[in-house]
T-cell receptor, first 113, second 112 residues
């Protein structure tokens, strides 16, 4: 079955370290997105990519970086510059230009220890 | 950018009761979507609405695309324990390509 796979499910990071969250999709979707979710909060857009080798900053891109070298993959790096990285991170993808609903992964919970 | 005001922020209801929640905006949207998020999981699409005035059902769920294109409603009838979760509205604004705007969510708790 097609879908989006995020890994790992849980991730612990020491202060000052960079960590990379994986997002892979086999839906043949062009667009991919990264969102951050804090407890009791909505979804805030970090980065998005509508095509391979191209991506744009979302509302809260500072302290994060991404790459889109393959259509299937959109990894997110949480850098040491992100001062409050503990959160639930969601990856999503979208099929075409018309704007049908996103398909979400099951998320990665990142905790700074 | 566009913002969606979703209410209520949280709800505590008895099993069997009906539930209503809504999203409003100061600007128009071409598409309205409703998602449900179970604890520790990603949101799952429940209902998609593409035309003003459209009323769509999915089992016990019914959603409407407001006639002004600035609001949407989700109703859940005869709630059951597995309805617990966070419900998000999302909208696609004209000219926004494929980028959705999300509401802040409604946390639903169903009491036995």
């Amino acid at each position: 079955d097609g879908g989006i796979t995020q890994s790992p499910k849980y991730l612990f990071r020491k202060e000052g370290q960079n960590v990379t969250l994986s997002c892979e999709q086999n839906l043949n979707h062009d667009a991919m997105y990264w969102y951050r979710q804090d407890p009791g909060q909505g979804l805030r857009l970090i980065y998005y990519s509508q095509i391979v080798n191209d991506f744009q900053k979302g509302d809260i891109a500072e302290g994060y970086s991404v790459s889109r070298e393959k259509k299937e993959s959109f990894p997110l790096t949480v850098t040491s510059a992100q001062k409050n990285p503990t959160a639930f991170y969601l990856c999503a993808s979208n099929r075409d230009r018309v704007g049908y609903g996103y398909t979400f992964g099951s998320g990665t919970r990142l905790t700074v220890v | 950018g566009q913002q969606l005001n979703q209410s209520p922020q949280s709800m505590f209801i008895q099993e069997g009761e009906d539930v209503s929640m809504n999203c409003t905006s100061s600007s128009i949207f071409n598409t309205w979507l409703w998602y449900k998020q179970d604890p520790g999981e990603g949101p799952v699409l429940l209902i998609a609405l593409y035309k003003a005035g459209e009323l769509t059902s999915n089992g016990r769920l019914t959603a409407q695309f407001g006639i002004t294109r600035k609001d949407s409603f989700l109703n859940i009838s005869a709630s059951i324990p597995s309805d617990v979760g966070i419900y998000f509205c999302a909208g696609l604004a004209p000219g926004s390509a494929r980028q959705l705007t999300f509401g802040s969510g409604t946390q639903l708790t169903v009491l036995p």
